[in-house]
């Protein structure tokens, strides 16, 4: 499992698969607390993490969890946590602590139907804009979410590559359905992926400044009791680590931690079309509600709807690019999603009014139903 040699097919969970690529991507510390449905995350890297030379602990709270990662992370360790809606509320405050101070981290997140202890075994998709505006101030996120067992791998992979390079925490947004559900996966060889290693400052340098901000590269870090002594503060700081209220300085840092991550978000973005050539509706889906989305793109199909679907694997930061390219043709836009309108938002903004766009929610903490889908968009295309 550690070394991901087993390229033969064979029936894994979501949060097994997520387990194994933190450790293909070259995770050496879990600091985290049991929660439902994510606590087989932990589970199994209590037990693998150790056979490869890496450490897990566990905290006494989702609070400390965090803060354990983000020191292991200083401490030049690749670091993850794994919570679901309640722990996630916990951790707002570190994470927004891991933002400003650039610490790559990851924070997997999946998803449970709350507000609160809700239904701690049912999926929901109710924490998207909580993982963009948790914590206070501004700031930007990554956050990706996988819809099969095999993207649990392969964007947890994703995800440490993207905290190690742009110096910032990610957020692997799953839910109930992916973490638990099991599917006949091959999981690629090791030379078919790519491992992003952080990049560090020349031990020889005598003036290292571990949050330069000036460029377009993110800065090294290097890692505490290392070559390099350096301060690290939750306060607006210098470029040398130190509190700063010199106006220059803090509109520069604030913009730099939003804008390294934004002014990429249509290199970031990963976007799955699904029969989008010639669509004049177009549902937009991410997680588990996808797969269920595609199934009433061909049932709307053989109804005579021209119907597509976009799938988000790319949550934060959102793209707008594709969706002002297809505005011009689409006569609707269905976002099917497990909560009240959280993602749509994003989509409105995207087409500014020119396409009609309607929400679909469901709260009960259950999957949508294919018809659902299908007759909601009939009964809105008038059919």
């Known amino acids: 499992m550690a070394g991901n040699n087993k390229t033969s097919k064979q029936v894994i969970q979501g949060n097994e698969a997520c387990a194994i690529g933190a450790l293909a991507a070259g995770v050496t510390f879990f600091g985290g607390y049991p929660i439902t449905p994510s606590s087989e995350i932990a589970e199994i890297l209590s037990q693998t993490l150790p056979l490869v030379g890496g450490r897990f602990i566990q905290m006494e709270d989702e609070i400390a969890s965090i803060a354990s990662i983000i020191g292991a992370s200083l401490a030049g360790a690749k670091s993850m946590t794994a919570t679901s809606g309640p722990g996630f509320s916990l951790m707002q405050e570190n994470l927004g602590f891991a933002a400003i101070a650039e610490i790559p981290c990851v924070i997997v997140n999946v998803q449970r139907a709350g507000p609160s202890t809700g239904l701690p075994t049912q999926p929901a998709q109710g924490d998207v804009q909580q993982t963009r505006w948790g914590t206070h101030g501004d700031h930007s996120i990554i956050a990706l979410a996988p819809s099969t067992v095999l993207e649990c791998f392969t964007m947890t992979i994703d995800c440490v590559n993207l905290a190690e390079a742009y110096r910032t ?17 091959v999981l690629p060889p090791r030379s078919s992926y790519k491992v992003v290693e952080r990049r560090t400052p020349d031990p020889d340098t005598t003036d290292y400044c571990p949050f330069e901000c000036d460029g377009t590269e993110v800065a ?139 929400h679909l929610g469901r709260i009960d903490g259950h999957l949508f139903e294919p018809d659902e889908i299908t007759e909601f968009v009939l009964r809105e295309v008038g059919k």
């Open 220 to 358: 090294p870090l290097g890692a505490f009791g290392g070559a390099h002594r350096f301060h690290v503060t939750g306060l607006t700081h210098d470029r040398h680590g130190f509190p700063t209220m010199v106006g220059e300085e803090v509109d520069r840092k604030i913009r730099w931690i939003v804008d390294k991550i934004e002014d990429r978000a249509d290199e970031l973005a990963d976007l799955e079309e699904f029969e989008t050539d010639d669509a004049d509706v177009l549902l937009f889906a991410y997680g588990s509600t996808a797969r269920v989305a595609k199934s009433s793109v061909r049932a709307l199909r053989e109804r005579g709807v021209r119907a597509g679907m976009i799938r988000a694997k790319t949550i934060w930061p959102f793209s707008r690019k594709r969706l002002k390219e297809l505005s011009g043709r689409l006569k609707l836009i269905v976002v099917p999603e497990m909560n009240l309108g959280q993602l749509i938002i994003e989509v409105e903004r995207a087409i500014a009014g020119t396409v009609p766009v309607r």
């Open 169 to 185: 925490p990610t957020v692997l947004l799953m839910d109930e359905v992916i973490g638990h559900m099991r599917e006949t996966v």
